[in-house]
């Protein structure tokens, strides 16, 4: 088996394998998978026998052909119909063989590469033996269609030949021959008008043969064609030869597995596009929906976001004027915090989810719920019209679920990513910066210097004997006051900006976040997407074979 | 014959016509109908209905597998080359009648054989020709052939040309005999043994003859051969004949076809039989037969009837279900309806004194308002105002909308996995109907009234209008509450006007809501029980409203084929038929 062949069955198995909701092609599974196991079984045994079949009406003289190519009574025959009931194998001596125990086999020397089966009849009112000759049909390689002048137009022999056509090369035998006329012309015309093109046609007449044989006459002298039929069975059946029928015969039954899957299943490809692209609209609409929906809860509180700032510089504040900031945030965040300490959960603050995410508490995403009936019945009806045109492309409409909660746990997990990753890091980033040593240190000079100068001055007044009154010490002490007033309104006041800017960056961060495909529908678009994906896969296998061909 | 049964069996027919006359419009579902009916509804068309016309002349077809040699059997009948014999298979396709003058005539008057187009065989080749339209019978003049015997050449039964098999389908129907001819090779075949088995069966005469046959010791090969066939057959005491096999003789059409047993050939059995015996055999044997297969037909047909009917009504009873989803609610201001209906109820005092409240309410509450405006603007970003009637409106359009959407899927689903033949038809009929103007169309039509919030008022106050007559004492408990309620705004509002103090009018905005807010739940729950009922009849209206268009834009269009064929199913056609084969099985 070449290569090719086998990465093609392999990757025709991964397409027979699909169980998905796309009923075009699970419908064709089964004929496809029983197709794949057929022509595995056939190119497993792509070795130099050729299995030939003798398939005919009774009465043609499918045995006597038979007995006539062996030179001896192998098979009975007789004048009443049918005859023969169990087929009769005629194999080379040594030769493994499969078939059914109850085939009667018999082994000749005169063949070296080629099974001959004789079946019984298609045609007779024994249904079961047109039964055994379609399964001997199903093993054999080549067919010598066997037929006389009654019996070469009749239905019930075409029939079986019919569907396997492009499967099976086959050979015309026009049995019974005389000195009437023959109808060689009128069966391959009634052929090619059928599809149908044989690969040989000869006319013999096989008692007569056999009794030459029998008498001992020597080959090849034989009247009508049964010497070239000899000639052809025996010496143009080359290994070669014997090869090339078998990949045809395979590469036909491929060609049209394939022809038949691209017929049925790729037709589809449009409705199928049309699927995605519903589901692209509803999964670009869901997401802009939910982030206008989300996003009017996460960013309702614009303080929440100075408390996290605050909460982060107070972690890092240095120096005197951070120390004091740290104190008036401590106060200024009181009320939260007392509600945080509270036994019962204080659920419905607006934006508290993002407050508790921004902050560095342990608090993990599940806890994170921003479902709500808004977003809920959004959902619904995004998902209904996509699933209008899943149902018209032929998927299955799905009983149960709607997906609603793994879209929720999603979006979750989307805004729980953009608040604890790029909207922390730049709540940290600005306290960090606001808190940094030369920040400090230059927060810290006016009153350090002030005190400082204001020290000196008492040192030194109080050593020239001069004793400041208490004026100047609440002069000094208000001054510092103003001081450190002033430093801690700015540093207020540069927070505010930080927490404010650090909210209009996450804002867009989430918009990005959620504005990116693939939020909402994914198990319908990863349906989707495999069904397409099958489509091109069989296209391009439909390509590999014919390339192959 | 009895000629009311020919009236029974002329309705029959002409309603089996029209049935199929609806059925033709789907070709899968007249098959599936039809299936195996053409051996009986043949015998209807070519024996049954014409025979009881009364016409004494047994028509002998010779039929059997192709190149068995039956125009040889019909030219040897007759005497001399008149059917075309060719050696190649399926060669005749059109049938050829040989009659003497008077039964010549019948036939091209086209009395004989119905349905076919008689004409006269000019050319000797003429029955080999395919070019010839199928419907062709070729009548040839015999002078030697008894007023009550007229012979038939047929095509076979056998061959890949299938238009053959029908035709010699009609010509076994319109037979009184056949003169089944086999040879060594097709005495066991399927097809021609179901072909004669099958004519036996309708009453038809079998007169079985082997050709080619094998000549030694006395034709014993074919005395068994032909005891198979008849056995096979059926017609176990049918006289045999044979032709031996002989090449020399084949173009010699003047020898007789011998009895097996040594009675008089052929041609001369066939003239001494007893024509009334046989014609009365036969019609008593078509109608038992065409009774039987007709029953088993009807039988059929209303099983494929009865399941399209299942497929229709579980399309309804989903419509049904779906629109069962749709909850309206009649828009956000529901509440204030029952209080604006007892306040329409007030006197002229209390409404003066509800008024200069409401004026307070109203000329303090934008401060009021403005308050808890900025308060709530800092709880949410969504500044927009509440819902408006418009904006109820569009909210119910989006509800219906998936609804509609949802069950047009399950359909698609549905009619998918629908067995056949109503499956398909309805699958095609879903995927090709223009699903987004339906949807539209829906839609339109449950929220036909502008605004629904408004719909619903009418509605409601209607129900409020009753239940206020009904209920005497609540109505005073609410007569009661309404008169604090009119009266708490301006109560309230007075003293701080009155002493100019500052604050009054963030006072009656704090309050008088909020007074007004108490008072109102209060009454709401004095009318808890009937809320309820008042909304119901409105809910339901509106779901009726969805059902129905449901049921008229989606489902309606989409079974519109399947209730056509429903129509003939259950309809006159099928009642027809019923009627038309009681009478004939009664009669006959």
């Given amino acids: 088996m070449p290569d090719s062949i086998v990465t093609l069955l392999e990757r025709l198995d991964a397409v027979a394998a699909y169980a998905g909701p796309w009923t075009v092609l699970a419908n064709e599974a089964p004929l496809l998978r029983q197709r794949l196991a057929e022509l595995r079984e056939r190119e497993t045994r792509l070795d130099d026998l050729l299995v030939v079949a003798l398939v005919g009406g009774s009465g043609v003289g499918k045995s006597t052909l038979l007995n006539a190519l062996a030179g001896d009574q192998l098979a009975k025959t007789s004048e009443f119909r049918p005859c023969t009931s169990m087929p009769t194998v005629y194999h080379p001596p040594g030769a493994t063989l499969e078939f059914p125990e109850d085939w009667r086999k018999v082994a000749g020397s005169a063949l070296e590469h080629l099974v001959i089966v004789d079946t019984p009849d298609s045609d007779t009112i024994v249904k079961e033996h047109r039964a055994i000759t379609i399964e001997a049909l199903a093993r054999c390689d080549l067919i010598l269609v066997c037929a006389d002048l009654e019996k070469y137009l009749d239905e019930a022999t075409w029939s079986l030949l019919r569907p396997l056509r492009e499967e099976r090369a086959f050979v015309c035998v026009e049995t019974k021959a005389s000195e009437a006329p023959g109808v060689r012309d009128h069966w391959l015309d009634r052929l090619e008008q059928h599809g149908l093109k044989a690969g040989g046609y000869f006319r013999v007449n096989s008692r007569r043969s056999l009794d030459r044989k029998l008498a001992g006459h020597a080959a090849g002298t034989d009247e009508f064609d049964f010497a070239s039929l000899e000639h052809f069975l025996h010496r143009e059946l080359t290994a070669e030869r014997i090869r090339r029928i078998k990949r045809s015969n395979a590469a036909g039954l491929l060609s049209k597995t394939m022809a038949t899957l691209d017929e049925r299943v790729c037709a589809r490809a449009p409705q199928l596009e049309a699927a995605r692209k519903a589901l692209d609209t509803a999964d670009a609409d869901m997401a802009k929906d939910s982030f206008d929906i989300v996003g009017a809860r996460l960013f309702a509180e614009p303080h929440l976001w100075t408390y996290a700032l605050g909460r982060e510089m107070g972690l890092r504040s240095k120096g005197v004027v951070g120390t004091l900031y740290r104190l008036l945030e401590a106060g200024r965040t009181l009320p939260a915090r007392i509600s945080s300490w509270s036994p019962w959960p204080m659920r419905g603050g607006a934006g508290r989810e993002a407050a508790t995410l921004l902050g560095d508490s342990t608090l993990v995403s599940e806890d994170l719920d921003l479902s709500s009936d808004d977003l809920r019945s959004k959902y619904a009806g995004k998902r209904s019209e996509a699933m209008l045109e899943m149902a018209r492309a032929g998927f299955a409409v799905a009983a149960n679920g709607n997906g609603f909660d793994e879209f929720m746990r999603a979006l979750n997990t989307r805004i729980a990513e953009v608040l604890r990753g790029p909207a922390r890091e730049r709540i940290v980033g600005r306290a960090r910066m606001m808190t940094a040593w030369p920040v400090a240190i230059a927060a810290d000079a006016p009153p350090i210097v002030f005190a400082v100068v204001s020290g000196y001055n008492i040192l030194e007044s109080y050593f020239t004997q001069v004793i400041f009154g208490a004026g100047f010490f609440v002069h000094a002490g208000t001054v510092l006051a103003i001081i450190l007033g002033v430093e801690l309104f700015g540093m207020s006041a540069a927070a505010r900006y930080a927490a404010w800017s650090a909210r209009q960056a996450a804002v867009k961060d989430l918009r990005v976040a959620l504005g990116g495909n693939r939020l909402a529908f994914q198990s319908e678009r990863d349906d989707v997407m495999q069904a397409e994906g099958m489509i091109v896969e069989i296209r391009a296998l439909r390509k590999l074979a014919l390339a192959d061909e | ?588």
């Avoid at chain 2, 009637?389 to 698609?412: D, N």
């Avoid at chain 2, 009681?582 to 006959?588: A, E, G, I, K, V």
Wanted: proline share 5%; net charge neutral.
């Fill in chain 2, 1 to 588: 014959m009895n000629p009311s049964v020919g009236d029974a069996l002329a309705g029959f027919e002409s309603a089996l016509n029209r049935l199929r006359r609806v059925l033709a419009q789907e070709p899968d579902l007249a098959q599936a109908v039809f299936e195996d009916t053409a051996d009986w509804s043949d015998l209807l068309t070519y024996k049954l209905v014409p025979h009881l016309a009364g016409q004494g002349c047994l028509v002998a077809a010779v039929a059997g597998g192709t190149n068995t040699g039956k125009s040889t059997v019909f030219n040897l009948l007759l005497g001399r080359s008149l059917s075309p014999v060719v050696n190649t298979a399926a060669a005749t396709c059109h049938p050829v009648l040989a009659a003497n003058g008077r039964r010549r005539t019948e036939s091209l008057e086209n009395k004989l054989v119905p349905e076919f187009r008689p004409r006269p065989l000019d050319n000797a080749t003429d029955a080999t020709n395919h070019a010839v339209p199928a419907d062709a019978l070729y009548v040839v003049f015999e002078a030697s052939l008894p007023d009550h015997l007229v012979v038939m050449d047929t095509p076979d039964v056998d061959s890949i040309d299938k238009q053959n098999w029908e035709v010699a389908d009609h010509l076994r129907a319109a037979g009184d005999l056949l003169v089944a001819v086999v040879t060594p090779e097709k005495y066991k075949d399927d097809r021609v043994v179901g072909y004669f088995r099958e004519a036996l069966a309708s009453g038809r005469m079998i007169v079985p003859v082997m050709n080619k046959a094998n000549p030694a010791e006395g034709f014993a090969a074919a005395r068994k051969q032909l005891d198979d066939f008849c056995n096979d057959v059926g017609a176990a005491d049918a006289v045999r004949f044979v032709i031996a096999h002989d090449l020399a003789l084949a173009n010699d059409f003047t020898r007789p076809i011998a009895a097996l047993d040594g009675g008089p050939d052929l041609r001369r059995y066939l003239e001494t039989l007893d024509v009334p015996a046989i014609k009365e055999r036969v019609y008593r044997g078509t109608i038992r037969h065409f009774a039987e297969r007709a029953s088993i037909f009807m039988k059929r047909a209303r099983e494929i009837g009865a399941g399209m009917r299942r497929t229709v009504d579980s399309f309804e009873n989903r419509a049904h279900s779906h629109a069962l989803r749709y909850d309206p609610a009649p828009g956000p201001e529901v509440g204030n309806l029952f209080h604006e209906f007892v306040q329409s109820r007030r006197g002229v005092v209390r409404r003066s004194i509800g008024k200069t409240s409401a004026a307070f309410v109203k000329g303090t509450s934008t401060v009021g308002r403005a308050v808890t405006g900025a308060f709530r603007r800092r709880a949410t970003l969504d500044t927009a105002p509440r819902t408006d009637a418009g904006q109820w409106q569009e909210m119910h359009r989006k509800v219906i909308e998936q609804i509609v959407r949802e069950f047009a899927a399950q359909c698609i689903d549905m009619a998918r996995n629908t067995p056949a033949p109503a499956g398909p038809i309805v699958l095609r009929a879903f995927e090709t109907i223009d699903m987004h103007a339906a949807i539209a169309e829906v839609t339109r039509e449950t929220l036909a009234s502008e605004n629904i919030s408004e719909d619903f008022r009418q509605k409601a106050m209607a129900t409020l209008e009753t239940w206020w007559q009904d209920h005497r004492g609540k109505r005073r408990i609410l007569e009661g509450l309404d008169i604090i309620l009119a009266i708490m705004p301006a109560a309230i509002a007075a003293p701080f006007i009155a002493t100019k103090g500052v604050g009054a009018a963030e006072a009656v905005a704090a309050l008088g809501p909020l007074a007004s807010q108490f008072v109102t739940r209060v009454m709401e729950y004095q009318f808890g029980d009937a809320l309820f009922d008042f909304l119901t009849p409105w809910r339901r209206e509106q779901q009726a409203l969805l059902e129905r268009a449901l049921r008229e834009r989606l489902t309606a269009p989409c079974l519109a084929k399947v209730r056509v064929l429903l129509e003939a199913f259950e309809g006159d056609p099928m009642i027809d038929l019923n009627r038309y084969l009681d009478q004939c099985l009664t009669r006959s």
